[in-house]
């Protein structure tokens, strides 16, 4: 079983491990949230289309997005899954904070950008823009919890090495990522799914 680690690499052959479903999950709350934002402040200029038949795409395309990043390469995760070796005693399980910390830090202009998008599209489809960004949002944390049901099924967290996720710290299912490493359930500090664990859960 791999011992948890607070590195992002591991010493004496080992690797530094980052957990796939915090990755997948990182970028959920500040889309939800920017999208939220965009949305409220959108509704307020009546745009081009009117604030109802806005605010109607708005909700299509919230449900749109958020099916659509939460089934997108779920294949490729699945092959990978199927695929996870046990990781080896000297890999450094990296902590939940720093991936996290890491794909906020490594997605923070193009999070900015998407924003700003969303809210001068409300000029022309009031709340639109917002809405489908939260969808984006909703859908990385479904994507999220559907690999901490695949996690519990297979009674192992899934894990990926630091230096194959992208230069921004995402993209956990890229070309990169070779294989999955596959751990105890109680290791690391997130619970199946990305979530924070509980601290009494903590062993």
């Known amino acids: 079983m791999a011992r948890g680690g607070r590195g992002e690499h591991g010493g ?17 709350a500040p889309l939800w949230w920017a999208g939220v934002f965009a949305a409220g402040v959108g509704v307020l200029p009546p745009g081009i289309t009117g604030r109802r038949i806005g605010v109607l795409a708005g909700a299509a395309l919230f449900l749109v997005g958020a099916a659509v990043v939460a089934l997108t390469r779920r294949k490729r ?28 830090l490594g997605h923070r202009w193009w999070l900015l950008l998407a924003f700003a998008v969303a809210l001068g599209s409300s000029f022309a489809v009031p709340a639109a823009g917002g809405m489908l960004l939260a969808g984006t949002g909703t859908g990385l944390r479904l994507k999220a919890a ?32 070779k ?22 859960q903590l062993v």
């Open 146 to 177: 559907w690999l901490g049901r695949r996690e519990k099924a297979g009674e192992q967290l899934v894990w990926l090495r630091v230096d194959w996720l992208d230069q921004r710290g995402g993209r956990p299912a890229g070309k990169a990522a």
């Open 77 to 104: 995760y699945t092959a990978l899954l199927h695929g996870a070796a046990r990781a080896g005693k000297h890999d450094v399980l990296q902590d939940r904070a720093v991936t996290v910390r890491n794909w906020r």
């Open 12 to 28: 004496r052959g080992g690797q530094g491990l980052a957990r796939v479903a915090v990755v997948v999950r990182a970028g959920a």
């Open 179 to 200: 294989a999955y490493r596959g751990t105890g359930i109680a290791a690391g500090d997130a619970a199946p799914g990305g979530a924070r664990r509980r601290t009494a």
